[in-house]
């Protein structure tokens, strides 16, 4: 039996430690341990309400501008207030390419090279692998000429010794099964994917005023005006460039990314059968079209067990079910105790010991749905949308299963996770399109509306604010009591995922997903990456 310690594991975002047990060449268990906290939830307490949103959305450099939009819905749903048409479709565009800009980093900068051997891109026929790309897209791209150019920059990278970043990948691993043609081709697509992540990272900016940590929200809308005469924060020139930005960047999700992904995924078949875990997920519907948010443009649901067919949609951000059954459990997490408590009466006490395999062994609460460890993150929402007969899903999932041979249960995997979040963010290209449809139409009517002004009462309110990250499913919790921050718990996508034990021992959804995984070289366990990366892990976010 071997031992591997991975800390960090994570690319760029790196507070996560991985210990796994392995036997026979398999993970035999496994352990999630984050390794940081910081206690914003803590520094909240006895603030303004209305400026907690500026401040949770320090959790993250990464996923910003969702938990601005979560804190901000928290507040709204305390005190019943209405969000305007426009701040709703400006919100909503902003989260949809916010979801792009994500999605495309993590599929090529965070985990492709867990799959894409660069070295070996150095042997490929570039002519051969602008055929290749050819084949699958007609992106106008994939010439012989660029894949030559970017085989070119790399031998000279590896000629100087100068692989930076890439010089400690696992290279020519047994693991490792792509053609150099195909290889080639995802490397010069991750150097183009730098240049349309921050195209989208751009869009929301000319929204948000700013990215990351965007600043144009306000409790009851937006605080971004637009006007026809060149007066305001936003005129018709930039709705026109924002909509460029949207155009160009769709077409690299669905022409770049969506195609690469299928040519990795059906390369790597057998990995829809490693990586399920835990199969309870849990997703909320998202992109509200009404003034209420009880009209959504995508579905959230519930899976218990895997059982896909047996799905419990959830209807909107009022769902009773969820409100009531989402605590937290501290019993292998450094805090006071071993409580298992709702949000509205969460504890942050630190209370840390060191790695304690069968104590506690990391900073991650453990949360439950019903007592249960839930997976959270594209998968869920995917699942949720073709149980509603989305048809743009539906089509993209039917396409795929088809194209790879594969089965809807085979969602439940490593690769069925790589596979739900391009899906997941070949929609979000087209919704940001559909929404800034939306928002130009909504104004064209007269609608000059873009918050309610608000003002915090005296008295006491509680209120949770659903909003579905990249990551998956994310809920601010917060208590009023005279105008200030009584409590605040955010319950995070990583937190549900990177969840240590909970009190009855059961593993989180890191932890069960890498047992049984195969370890082909226990002195690198590119696999455990794999499995790891495909759930998109965020720390900082994960722990607060
Ligand atoms: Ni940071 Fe976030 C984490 C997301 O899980 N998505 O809600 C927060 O980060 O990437």
């Known amino acids: ?26 993970v035999t268990n496994a352990w999630s341990s984050a390794q940081m906290w910081r206690g914003i939830e803590v520094i909240l307490k006895g603030r303004a309400p209305e400026d907690a949103w500026s401040f949770v959305q320090r959790f993250c450099g990464v996923c910003t501008t969702v938990h601005a939009i979560s804190s901000i819905r928290a507040v709204e749903h305390a005190l019943d207030v209405e969000v305007p048409l426009n701040a709703q479709y400006i919100r909503n565009i902003m989260i949809a390419q916010h979801s792009v800009q994500d999605h495309i980093v993590h599929f090529y900068h965070l985990s492709a090279l867990d799959w894409v051997d660069i070295v070996s891109a150095l042997k490929a026929d570039p002519k051969k ?40 990948g696992y290279w020519g691993h047994p693991a490792m099964k792509l053609s150099p043609e195909v290889n080639l081709m995802a490397v010069a697509h991750y150097l183009k994917a730098l240049d349309y992540q921050r195209k989208a990272s751009q869009a929301t900016a000319i929204l948000g005023g700013k990215n990351p940590h965007i600043q144009n929200l306000v409790v009851g809308g937006v605080a971004t005006a637009i006007n026809t005469e060149n007066i305001a924060t936003l005129n018709m020139e930039r709705l026109i460039y ?13 022409k770049v990314y969506y195609p690469d992904l299928l040519a990795i995924a059906g390369a790597y078949k057998d990995w829809f059968k490693y990586g399920a875990g835990v199969t309870n997920y849990m997703a909320v519907p ?12 995508l579905p959230g649901g519930v899976v218990m067990g895997g059982n896909i067919g047996g799905i419990r949609m959830v209807k909107d951000h009022r769902d009773d079910y969820l409100i009531k059954n989402i605590k937290e ?47 959270v993150g594209p998968p869920a929402q995917i699942m949720a949308a073709y149980a ?15 194209a790879l041979g594969i089965s809807l249960g085979d969602i439940h995997s490593t690769m069925g996770r790589l596979f739900c979040r391009g899906a997941r963010a070949h929609v979000m290209a087209d919704l940001s399109l559909d929404n800034l449809d939306k928002l130009i139409a ?39 009591k005279n105008k200030k921050i009584e409590n605040y718990q955010a319950v995070v ?24 995984n195969p370890i082909a070289d226990a002195s690198k366990p590119l696999e455990v990456l794999r499995t790891i990366h495909s759930f998109d892990p965020c720390i900082a976010c994960a722990v607060h």
């Open 329 to 375: 459990n501290v019993t292998h997490a450094w805090y006071e105790g071993n409580g298992t408590l709702h949000p509205w009466d969460g504890e942050t006490k630190p209370d840390y010991t060191d790695f304690k395999e069968n104590g506690k062994y990391s900073w991650c609460k453990a949360p439950t749905l019903d007592g249960k460890p839930v997976q």
């Open 1 to 26: 039996m071997s031992r591997i310690t991975l800390d960090p594991i994570t690319r760029i975002e790196g507070h996560l430690r991985i210990d796994v047990e392995a036997n026979g060449g398999k």
């Open 493 to 516: 996508p990583s937190t549900w995922n990177a969840a240590p034990r909970n009190d009855k021992g059961e593993l989180g959804p890191y932890e069960a997903s890498l047992v049984g």
């Open 286 to 297: 998202e992109f509200p079209e009404d003034t209420k948010n009880t009209k959504f443009m």
């Open 242 to 254: 924002l909509r460029t930005l949207m155009e160009e960047t769709r077409d690299f999700v669905q």
């Open 129 to 168: 692998t602008a055929q290749i790309a050819q084949s699958i897209s007609d992106w106008p791209g994939n010439s012989e000429k660029e894949f030559k150019a970017v085989q070119d920059k790399l031998k000279a990278f590896v000629a100087g010794g100068k692989l930076g970043i890439f010089a400690t």
């Open 442 to 480: 909504n104004i064209a009517s007269g609608d000059q509306t873009y918050a309610n002004h608000t003002v915090i009462p005296k008295g006491e309110y509680r209120g949770v604010g659903f909003h579905e990250a990249p990551r998956g499913t994310l809920s601010h919790w917060i208590v009023i």
């Open 388 to 402: 509603a007969g989305n048809p743009k899903v539906k089509k993209l999932v039917d396409g795929a299963v088809s």
